[in-house]
C-alpha cells in the first residue's frame, strides 16, 4: 500500500507540473516532441499528433521535450517559428513558470476540497490564567462557535481575531450548559508589545480530572487510585479541570516529593501518596485514562471552506518560505527539514492511516 501510495502520488504531482509546462507550450505555439512521467525505459507510449506521450519505468520524475529545449533541433521537419528559443522571452518565461503554477493550483485545490468535506472541532475553553480577562468570563467547556459575529472552525481563527482587536472588546458566541450566549471579553496588549491576549486556552477536548480507566503499569494504579476517582485536589490547592491537575503537579512536585492528591470515590474522599522518583509529571499520569467532555463537531459552508482552504494555502507556503529561510541561515539542519522518496512514502502512509483527508492535505502540501 506504501508503494502504491507513493507512485500515484508521484504520478498525480509530476502530472499536474509537465500538464502545465505542456498546455503553455502548445497554447504558444511550441513543437511538443513528447510528454512523459516517470524516468528510464518505456512502459507504454503513444503517439497522438505531434507529441509521443509515455508512461517511464521510475516514477520520480517526468518531462515535456520541447522543439529545441536543447538549442540544438536541426532539420525542417519542425518549423522554425515553433522552435523553443526562437521564441521571445516573455514566452519562455510562461512556459517555465506554467509547471510551478499548476502545482500551486492542485494544492489550492486539495486544500480547498479538504476544507469542504472535514468536520472541524468545535473549539472550547480548556482553562483561563487567573487575573488575565478572559478569567472573569469564561468557563472551563465553554464552546466557542463564533466571534465578532464570524463563525469559528479553527483555534487559529480566535488568536487572529484576538490580535485584530487592537485592544477592543471581543464578542464571542458561546455555548455553555446547552444555551448559547454573547459574551464579551476585552484583550490586553502583551508585555512585549508584540499584540494583545486574553489569557484563556482553547483545545477540541478538554480532558476532565474523572478517571476512566487504567493500565497495569500505571504509577496512579499502583498510588491506590482507582478507575472512577476523581481528582479534586492536589496538595492544597483544588482542581476543577483534568489540566489543573496536571498544572498543580507539576507545580508541586518543583516543592516537594511525595505529593498528596485527593481523591473523591462514590461520595466520599481519600487521600493517596504519589512518588515523582525523577519521573516526570507525564511519567505519573501515563497508563491512566481521563475523561473529556466530549468533542462537538461541524463543517464550514461553501463560503467558510473558501477562506479555510486559502487560510491552509498561505499558512503552508509560509512553513516553506520559513523552512527554506532557516536552511539558508543554517538554524535548521538540512537532514531534519527536508525528506527524500522514502521520508515522503512514510509520511503519506502514515497519514492514509488517519483517513483520505489527511492524505488529501498532504497531497497539496506535497504539490505545494
Not at 468545535?122 to 464570524?150: H, K, M, N, Y
Not at 509560509?318 to 539542519?333: M, P, Q
Request: with cysteine.
Amino acid at each position: 500500500m506504501t508503494v502504491l501510495l507513493f507512485v500515484v502520488t508521484i504520478i498525480i504531482l509530476v502530472g499536474v507540473h509537465e500538464c502545465g509546462h505542456f498546455l503553455a507550450a502548445r497554447a504558444l505555439g511550441v513543437y511538443v516532441h513528447e510528454f512523459a512521467i516517470g524516468m528510464g525505459p518505456v512502459l507504454v507510449s503513444r503517439k497522438r499528433g505531434e507529441t509521443t506521450y509515455a508512461l517511464r519505468l521510475i516514477p520520480i520524475g517526468g518531462y515535456v521535450r520541447m522543439a529545441g529545449e536543447d538549442r540544438l533541433e536541426t532539420g525542417e521537419a519542425v518549423p522554425a517559428d515553433r522552435v523553443l528559443y526562437n521564441k521571445p522571452a516573455y514566452v519562455r518565461v510562461l512556459i517555465s513558470l506554467a509547471g510551478p503554477v499548476m502545482n500551486a493550483v492542485l494544492a489550492l485545490v486539495a486544500l480547498l476540497a479538504v476544507s469542504w468535506a472535514m468536520s472541524f472541532p468545535v473549539p472550547q475553553v480548556a482553562d483561563t490564567i487567573a487575573g488575565e480577562p478572559a478569567a472573569a468570563v469564561f468557563q472551563s467547556g465553554d464552546r466557542i462557535l463564533a466571534i465578532d459575529g464570524r463563525p469559528v472552525y479553527a483555534q487559529s481563527e480566535i488568536t487572529r481575531g484576538i490580535a485584530a482587536s487592537a485592544g477592543r472588546p471581543v464578542e464571542f458566541l458561546i455555548r455553555r450548559g446547552g444555551a448559547e450566549q454573547i459574551v464579551s471579553v476585552t484583550p490586553r496588549a502583551k508585555d512585549d508589545g508584540s499584540g494583545y491576549l486574553i489569557g484563556a486556552y482553547f483545545a477540541s477536548s478538554i480532558p476532565t480530572p474523572e478517571i476512566v480507566r487504567f493500565e497495569a503499569s500505571s504509577p496512579l494504579f499502583f498510588a491506590g487510585a482507582a478507575a472512577g476517582d476523581r481528582i479534586v485536589a492536589v496538595g492544597d490547592a483544588p482542581v476543577t479541570t483534568g489540566l489543573e491537575a496536571a498544572a498543580q503537579l507539576t507545580a508541586a512536585f518543583a516543592a516537594t516529593d511525595p505529593v498528596a492528591i485527593t481523591l473523591e470515590r462514590a461520595e466520599r474522599k481519600l487521600t493517596i501518596l504519589v512518588r515523582a522518583n525523577g519521573r516526570t509529571v507525564d511519567e505519573i499520569l501515563e497508563g491512566a485514562t481521563f475523561g473529556d467532555l466530549g468533542v462537538e463537531t461541524r463543517r464550514a459552508g461553501f463560503a467558510a471552506g473558501l477562506g479555510l482552504g486559502w487560510q491552509s494555502f498561505v499558512s503552508y507556503a509560509g512553513l516553506l518560505v520559513v523552512t527554506l529561510r532557516d536552511l539558508v541561515s543554517g538554524s535548521a539542519e538540512a537532514r531534519e527539514a527536508i525528506s527524500g522518496p522514502l521520508g515522503i512514502a512514510d509520511v503519506l502512509s502514515k497519514s492514509f492511516a488517519y483517513g483520505f483527508l489527511f492524505l488529501l492535505e498532504i497531497l497539496g502540501f506535497l504539490s505545494l
